[in-house]
């Protein structure tokens, strides 16, 4: 079987939770036939980065394509030219941001030589209208007009809430266009399947959970007589930064009256918001770190206060493969059994008074509880049967 698969912008290790997804599944996915991979370059990517990537699935054809010219950066004039295409092609701007006319060019050429192909994200449904004659798997993160229509209830920032409110009937025109031609649609959560049919009338084929790699044996990095929370995320998605700004403000007095330090990490953090960060002596603002073991070990639990998004969040469950007990907002449990978690609570204060008030049995009881939901749900082995026997049904 020749299967064809289609990411935006370069998938690596070191990159956002939905990379590390795009990369196992494309392993599986070359197990499973003669898998060609193409994907994008991104803004910074290196000739070193391609041969990560191509190393990353050694046994796939992998093709890389540039940025097209109005995807190379972020100026105004760069920024009319993505709205002009999403305006004239009922698509959101934003999913231009990684787009490739080059990859266009060899998939309308290309595309109907394959046997499968497999649009990895949002962004890939660009190129569906390529496709006339070939079987078509979307493998969507969330419903992202659901996820636009829940930002603008959810987020603070006015500007966040105006911007999306915009994507959301783009969004919808364009998801319901891309639907139309895939012959199966996969999510990563069971909460996304009925918004599915709410919106589009239309219900997944499979719910196939991101996975992650994870030890034997709960290898419990946290200190449970710590006082220091971790928040771990990238700063450019809003609902990340809208939520750590909110857990800040709303929860800073319980911060300080319990003696508790909220530990900061992540990538691509602009001055403005290290800025913000460093107004508060609570904060300890670490960015990129490489070890992430380093920095759980001696944090006492993970907080995940996101209030706005969907589909299963892979900062949780990363933390919780290391054994590191997790308080989170029920966003951030979307997916997760809610009592792998030592509190759910859409209350900041709540969840910074969880694990200040949590005794030293109760976080190694959370510690247990996150490891082993991780370990039943959401484990490599788990994530390629779910692929495997999807793409066996769609075969019958």
């Not at 100026?75 to 990684?98: C, D, E, K, V, W």
């Not at 599915?196 to 449970?224: G, M, Q, W, Y």
């Not at 005794?359 to 049967?385: C, I, M, P, Q, Y």
Request: hydrophobic fraction near 45%; glycine fraction near 6%.
């Amino acid at each position: 079987m020749k299967i064809l698969a289609v990411s935006t912008y370069l998938p690596l290790p070191q990159n956002h939770g939905d990379a590390l997804r795009v990369l196992m599944m494309l392993r599986v996915l070359s197990d499973l036939g003669d898998l060609t991979a193409l994907s994008v370059l991104r803004r910074d990517s290196t000739e070193r980065d391609i041969s990560a990537f191509a190393s990353a699935v050694p046994n796939a054809d992998v093709r890389v394509f540039r940025l097209s010219p109005m995807s190379t950066s972020s100026s105004p004039i760069n920024r009319a030219r993505r709205l002009f295409f999403g305006l004239r092609h009922l698509t959101p701007p934003l999913f231009y941001s990684p787009y490739s006319e080059e990859l266009d060019e060899f998939i309308c050429t290309n595309g109907d030589q394959y046997d499968l192909v497999i649009l990895l994200g949002e962004a890939a449904g660009v190129y569906s209208r390529h496709f006339r004659s070939v079987r078509v798997i979307w493998d969507k993160a969330n419903v992202f007009t659901f996820f636009c229509f829940n930002s603008v209830y959810n987020l603070r920032s006015i500007r966040q809430k105006t911007k999306f409110l915009f994507n959301a009937g783009l969004s919808y025109c364009f998801e319901k266009r891309v639907l139309r031609s895939a012959e199966a649609v996969w999510v990563t959560a069971p909460e996304e399947g009925p918004r599915l049919k709410s919106v589009f009338r239309r219900s997944p084929d499979a719910v196939i959970r991101s996975s992650i790699e994870t030890s034997p044996d709960n290898p419990k990095r946290f200190e449970p007589t710590s006082r220091t929370l971790v928040w771990m995320s990238t700063f450019g998605y809003p609902p990340n930064w809208d939520g750590l700004r909110r857990l800040i403000i709303e929860a800073g007095q319980v911060f300080q009256e319990n003696g508790m330090t909220l530990r900061v990490v992540g990538a691509g953090a602009s001055d403005s918001q290290i800025d913000f960060l460093g107004r508060f002596a609570f904060v300890e603002y670490v960015g990129f770190a490489e070890n992430l073991d380093t920095v759980f070990a001696s944090a006492a639990a993970g907080v995940v206060p996101i209030w706005a998004g969907a589909g299963v969040k892979l900062k949780t469950i990363t933390m919780m493969s290391r054994g590191l007990p997790v308080v989170s907002t029920p966003v951030g449990m979307e997916g997760i059994p809610s009592e792998a978690a030592l509190c759910v609570s859409s209350v900041s204060q709540d969840l910074v008074l969880a694990v200040a008030r949590s005794t030293e049995e109760e976080l190694r009881d959370a510690s247990s509880r996150a490891f082993v939901a991780v370990g039943k749900s959401f484990s490599a082995a788990a994530f390629r049967e779910g692929v495997r026997s999807s793409i066996a049904e769609l075969s019958r």
